[in-house]
DNA sequence: CGCGCGATTGTA
DNA sequence: ACAATCGCGCGT
């Protein structure tokens, strides 16, 4: 199945999030299927890191299928994907990963078991041969909540998980 | 340049 | 409920 591409990324973040479900995210020699997204944007967002350009954020307000993988706790690595037209911030964070029975619930245990790290800050998912998202997906219900460890805009229902 | 805190998780 | 653990962002 071919990848996804500018076409898809390059949409308002909430409906990059939504449509991420179901999906299939490919790393080196692991697949798993998208099972739990957030979406964070720009100023309109207070909790997200784009809320403010700084030298971490500003990868946020560029080219849409961009990795994001951010350092949290001193310990976990989260990984994002970039979304919206160059120059209004969007990411989505990849929450949840099904691999064969393996279910991985939170970002961090994600980045652990896939040892993604900010080694792969940067990496365009449209065209490195090993990281990328598949364009299939399986007809996929999901539920609508708040966001999961922020504080800030928690009025923003902007988490979506697949309904098992 | 110092300091508080965070898009987390495992353990008590 | 809390400790682990450190880079980032803001204030000085």
């Known amino acids: 199945m071919h990848r996804l ?3 898809f990324y390059n949409r308002h973040v909430v409906d990059v999030a939504k ?3 179901g999906k299939t995210l490919v790393f080196n020699k692991c697949k798993g299927i ?3 997204t957030e979406a964070y944007r720009g100023a309109d967002d207070e909790a997200s890191h784009a809320h403010k350009m700084t030298p971490r ?8 299928g961009i990795c994001y993988v951010y ?3 001193g310990m976990y690595h989260c990984l994002n994907i970039i979304a919206e037209q160059e120059g209004q911030p969007g990411a989505v964070l990849i929450r949840g990963l099904k691999i064969d ?3 991985l619930d939170g970002p961090g245990k994600i980045c652990k078991y896939l040892e993604i790290t900010k080694d792969q800050n940067g990496l365009d998912l449209k065209t490195s041969p090993h990281f990328y998202v598949t364009a299939d997906s ?3 219900a999901y539920q609508t909540t708040s966001r999961i460890g922020i504080t800030k805009a928690r009025d923003k229902l902007w988490r ?3 309904i098992k």
């Open 5 to 7: 591409t500018d076409s």
């Open 19 to 21: 449509d991420l479900l």
């Open 34 to 36: 998208i099972t739990e």
């Open 57 to 64: 954020s500003k990868i946020m307000y560029g080219s849409p």
């Open 71 to 73: 350092f949290i706790y």
């Open 101 to 103: 029975d393996i279910h």
């Open 138 to 140: 399986l007809p996929t």
């Open 160 to 162: 979506f998980v697949v």
